[in-house]
């Protein structure tokens, strides 16, 4: 083992990059843990047993956002000499339900082996960003996916915004997911990162989040935004809603990017809203053109979005072709996009969407 979590975290103190956290610290000893433990040597229990290794617990860590999780899932990572998959969980489960389906297309007896095989092959570390579970058929296979990964010796670990009691809330045949609470209670440790400090909120605190006119000037502002929250980078996000794809262009740390069109010029509906709104902590939406008559349908999209947006605290960053009241000026719906004004005015506020 050369550098653990912590002496990475204690690097990015020295360097200025951090600042000590006392909630973040304690959760340096739980990866050091994993990471001692993917290290172990194999122990022999008796002369004709084979050697074996103790698989180390994985880990469930919780908190409100932007409280640093996925920074320490980060330095976590860095700190790994054995292989490791670092994948945003809704990505992930995307990736199995297409593989189950092209395993039922084969007529595969177990659908979920080959799918757990091609995952498992050669990886010990799985790490999940933003774990949580709002469509029932990654909720009836999420347990035996789990207990199979494990059982091929991957140890997992993950973040997410819910202490597992509350995965899966009031979800459908919810009882059919209880046994999956218990594996992470049993086989992974579940630690809270209780910080009282909203990083993601402060580094947004006073700065500007709604960019007019549409130009070189408000791309580079918010490509400067996107590198200051998330370091770069990311990939797409893949939402599935009743069966359908929605596709957020750039996502990374619960942080998503994507313009007008690629949500608003699309068949989406409330649903997908919601969905999108219950998958971000912040939204970064560019190019938000004036509205009215040549483009209602997008028009009323964008209402159902800022509406889904604004219930669930999202924190909106965009750039527009106006401010929010010049953006619909005439035709129907123009009366009513006050109210959307009214809100992207106050979404703009530097303490919009802090929470306790």
């Known amino acids: ?13 020295a360097s200025g990059d951090l600042h000590a956290d006392p909630a973040q610290e304690a959760v340096l000893a739980e990866f050091d843990r994993i990471l001692a433990g993917l290290d172990a040597k194999p122990e022999k229990r008796g002369f004709f047993r084979k050697a074996v290794v103790e698989q180390p617990k ?4 919780w908190g409100g956002v932007g409280r640093g999780k996925s920074m320490l899932m980060d330095l976590f990572v860095d700190s790994l000499s054995v292989p490791v998959r670092r994948v945003h969980f809704h990505a992930f489960m995307q990736e199995i339900q297409d593989g189950l389906h092209e395993a039922r297309k084969a ?12 995952v498992a092959d050669g990886l010990r570390v799985l790490a999940f960003d933003e774990m949580q579970i709002t469509d029932i058929a990654d909720a009836m296979i999420v347990g035996r996916l789990f207990d199979a990964l494990m059982a091929r010796g991957v140890v997992i670990v993950t973040t997410s915004n819910r202490v597992p009691d509350d995965l899966y809330k009031n979800g459908l045949n919810r009882q059919l997911f209880l046994p999956f609470i218990d594996l992470i209670k049993d086989r992974m440790v579940v630690h809270e990162l209780d910080s009282p400090k909203d990083y ?29 929250l998330t370091g770069g980078g990311g990939q797409p996000l893949v939402l599935t809603i009743k069966g359908r794809k929605l596709t957020l262009p750039a996502f990374r740390n619960g942080i998503a990017r994507a313009s007008f069109h690629d949500i608003c010029g699309q068949m ?7 969905a999108i709104a219950d998958a971000v902590k912040v939204l970064i939406l560019e190019n938000i053109p004036r509205l009215g008559r040549s483009n209602f349908n997008e028009a ?31 035709g129907d719906g123009a009366f009513e996009f006050q109210r959307t004004a009214s809100r992207l005015r106050e979404m703009q506020d530097a303490d919009w969407g802090k929470t306790g």
């Open 58 to 61: 994985g880990l469930y860590l």
């Open 200 to 228: 993601r909120q402060n580094r947004l605190s006073g700065s500007r989040v709604y960019f007019t006119p549409v130009d070189a000037e408000a791309r580079a502002a918010i490509d400067r935004i996107w590198i200051d």
């Open 1 to 13: 083992m050369s550098q653990t979590t912590r002496d990475l975290y204690a690097a990015r103190i």
């Open 300 to 330: 009323k999209r964008f209402v159902t979005l800022i509406d889904a947006l604004y219930e669930a605290k999202v924190r909106l960053i965009c750039s527009a072709a106006d401010e929010p009241e010049s953006l619909y000026i005439e």
């Open 268 to 274: 989406l509906g409330p649903g997908d809203f919601l």
């Open 107 to 118: 007529h595969v007896e177990d659908s979920l082996a080959p799918v757990v095989d091609r």
